[in-house]
């Protein structure tokens, strides 16, 4: 069974910094293409970023230069550090793995909350 468990969210204000971790079982991490995703209030999700090793990563326009995403294929864990932050980061944060179409491949997890606000 495939679990996703992401952590790491919270309130911080504009300007400031999160790290976001998620951990993942049942699939074999090492060779899985993972990325993160969000989702804002009423609006659909987005995937930010992706990896398949450290030196293969992508991100959407909206994040290049301020999110890093990288990964440890010894703990099955997936982490998006986020630096300054904007009001429009707010968002539900989810990893996954990703299919070559851009969707997750599996169940969602809980997902862990970002709000960034003054």
């Known amino acids: 069974q495939v679990q996703l468990v992401e952590s790491g969210g919270g309130l911080v204000q504009p300007g400031g910094s999160l790290r976001l971790s998620c951990v993942a079982s049942?699939?074999?991490?090492?060779?899985?293409?993972m990325g993160w995703y969000r989702q804002a209030p009423g609006k659909e999700r987005e995937l930010v970023a992706t990896?398949?090793?450290?030196?293969?990563?992508n991100y959407v326009d909206s994040v290049k230069g301020r999110f890093i995403i990288s990964r440890d294929n010894a703990k099955n864990t997936v982490y998006l550090q986020m630096n300054t932050l904007k009001p429009e980061d707010t968002a539900v944060y989810y990893c996954?793995?990703?299919?070559?179409?851009?969707?997750?491949?599996?169940?969602w997890g809980q997902g862990t909350q970002v709000t960034v606000s003054s």
């Open positions: 990896i398949i090793s450290d030196s293969v990563t």
């Open positions: 996954n793995a990703v299919h070559s179409s851009g969707v997750g491949l599996y169940n």
């Open positions: 049942g699939i074999i991490f090492s060779v899985s293409r």
